[in-house]
């Protein structure tokens, strides 16, 4: 189990070194998109850097299990994880620091292939 800061519920690790995830929803939309299939390694924690994509869990939410983009390292192998569609803020903003628990390695199907880098910032007024 992995607990990023005392006082919070555990984290659990994924079950297997290499494990394959199913995305559900719009959340990081347009690098993947609802039914895409991806291949994830198992990770450490504090072994991921910004711009990485992760399988991440909240300490908040141990049982929520979410495919984000990292945006920062956070203390204690923590980090602030946010979806590439700035519309759904089912992330850190929402949720607190989590814990990334696997790092995507690519997009098994429907479009076999590495994952695009993250979406321009779009300037604020």
């Not at 609802?34 to 072994?47: I, K, M, S």
């Not at 850190?92 to 695009?116: H, I, K, T």
């Amino acid at each position: 189990m992995i607990t990023p800061r005392p006082g919070e519920r555990p984290v659990p690790p994924l079950a297997g070194a290499w494990v394959v995830a199913r995305v559900s929803g719009p959340s990081m939309s347009p690098t993947v998109r609802h039914g895409d299939r991806l291949l994830v390694r198992r990770v450490r924690a504090g072994r991921v850097a910004p711009g990485d994509v992760v399988l991440a869990r909240f300490p908040a939410r141990p049982d929520l299990l979410v495919v984000k983009r990292v945006h920062a390292l956070l203390d204690g192998g923590a980090v602030d994880v946010r979806g590439d569609n700035p519309l759904v803020t089912d992330d850190s903003r929402a949720f607190g620091p989590a814990v990334a628990v696997g790092r995507v390695v690519g997009r098994l199907s429907p479009r076999p292939g590495r994952l695009r880098p993250p979406p321009p910032v779009q300037p604020t007024a």
